[in-house]
């Protein structure tokens, strides 16, 4: 168990919906990120943030947004899904920015668009 | 832009039998290396990082993996692997300042008796 927690662990939904996707850090944690694993694309860095404020963004498409909370749980939107949007979506946290820091996973939310 | 190549997308080993898993990266400054492993419906999880130092870096689950910085590799190894090691292999890169993971694409392991 890494103690980061995500829900829900599956979702089904329809194309042209909207869905939120919830991540708590490990205690102490201040930095999270998002990633998604796709059969096409493999595992691709979405978003991180830090203590709140947006560190770094990735591949993230428009659709796509998140936020990091004053108690540190990060929330992923998703929205006007594709089909193309199924896939596992992963959220990590770490304890260092100054530097590089280990990287600890959730199980992942499996997102499917029917 | 940092990228990770692993060559072999799926490597059958025999239970007991030695095993190296490839990784090469791209990478403009000095590297920091990570090796993650996802089993079956599960989350990544470490099992050993390069950050600096020793290029001969242990971790967990008896996995060890060497950095080479002339040849860009840091390749996995493990010397006789266990049934419960059949799952995938990420390698992946970061940087100082830059801390998103970029992962390779994977190396399934296949474990038989």
């Known amino acids: 168990d890494s103690g980061v927690t995500q829900t829900p662990k599956h979702l089904i939904t329809a194309t042209g919906q909207r869905v939120t996707l919830r991540c708590s850090p490990r205690s102490g944690d201040l930095s999270v990120y998002w990633y998604q694993q796709s059969l096409d694309q493999g595992l691709q860095f979405l978003i991180q943030y830090y203590n709140g404020e947006e560190r770094a963004k990735g591949n993230i498409l428009e659709r796509f947004s998140a936020q990091q909370f004053p108690d540190l749980h990060s929330e992923l939107n998703l929205s006007s899904l594709e089909l193309g949007d199924s896939a596992l979506y992963f959220c990590?946290?770490?304890?260092?920015?100054?530097?590089?820091?280990?990287?600890?996973f959730g199980p992942g939310t499996r997102l499917t668009v029917t | 832009a940092q990228s990770v190549t692993q060559p072999d997308i799926h490597i059958t080993v025999s239970e007991g039998a030695s095993l190296e898993l490839r990784c090469n990266y791209s990478?403009?400054?000095?590297?920091?290396l990570f090796w993650y492993v996802q089993s079956p419906g599960q989350g990544l999880q470490l099992l050993l990082k390069y950050f600096s130092g020793d290029t001969l870096v242990q971790g967990i689950k008896g996995f060890e993996a060497e950095f080479k910085r002339s040849q860009s590799s840091f390749n996995l190894r493990k010397p006789s692997v266990h049934w419960s090691d059949a799952a995938e292999y990420f390698c992946?890169?970061?940087?100082?300042?830059?801390?998103?993971?970029?992962f390779g694409t994977g190396t399934r392991l296949t474990i038989i008796p």
């Open positions: 990590a946290s770490s304890s260092q920015l100054a530097g590089v820091g280990e990287q600890y």
């Open positions: 990478y403009g400054a000095t590297p920091y």
């Open positions: 992946a890169v970061a940087g100082f300042g830059n801390e998103k993971l970029t």
